[in-house]
C-alpha cells in the first residue's frame, strides 16, 4: 500500500548537480519523517539527510553537509535532495525512505523505502 518512488538519478560530472525526487502515497506524508540514504557496492548503507514534516528541521550526513539540500512538498507529498557539487565518492544508489517519529540516522529504524536510483558521478 504504502509506495516511495524515487526518480531523477543518472551521471553528473564531478562538480555538477542533480536533483532527486521521491513521491509517496498510502502514509500520511505531511506527518511523516522523510530520509535520503544510500549505498554503494560492498558498502553499508549510509545516511544522507532527513527532514521531520517540515524542513525547518533537517539533519545531514557529515559527508555531504553544504553540498546537499534536503527539501519538501507537502501537498505534492514529494520529498527532494537537490546534491552540488558532486564527487565520484557520492556515486550509489540512493534510497528514500519514511518513518513514525523523529529523525534518526540509522537504515533499521525507517520502515518505509522506496527501490533506489542509481546515481554515478565520473570524474
Known amino acids: 500500500q504504502v509506495q516511495l518512488v524515487e526518480s531523477g538519478g543518472g551521471l553528473a560530472q564531478a562538480g555538477g548537480s542533480l536533483r532527486l525526487s521521491c513521491a509517496a502515497s498510502?502514509?500520511?506524508?505531511?506527518?511523516?519523517?522523510m530520509a535520503w540514504f544510500r549505498q554503494a557496492p560492498g558498502k553499508e548503507r549510509e545516511f544522507v539527510a532527513a527532514s521531520r514534516s517540515s524542513t525547518y528541521i533537517a539533519n545531514y550526513g557529515d559527508s555531504v553537509k553544504g553540498r546537499f539540500t534536503i527539501s519538501r512538498d507537502n501537498p505534492k507529498n514529494t520529498m527532494y535532495l537537490q546534491m552540488n557539487s558532486l564527487k565520484p565518492d557520492d556515486t550509489a544508489v540512493y534510497y528514500c525512505s519514511g518513518r513514525a517519529g523523529g529523525i534518526l540516522t540509522f537504515p533499521g529504524a525507517y520502515a518505509y523505502w522506496g527501490q533506489g536510483t542509481q546515481v554515478t558521478v565520473s570524474s
Open positions: 498510502g502514509l500520511t506524508f505531511s506527518t511523516t519523517t
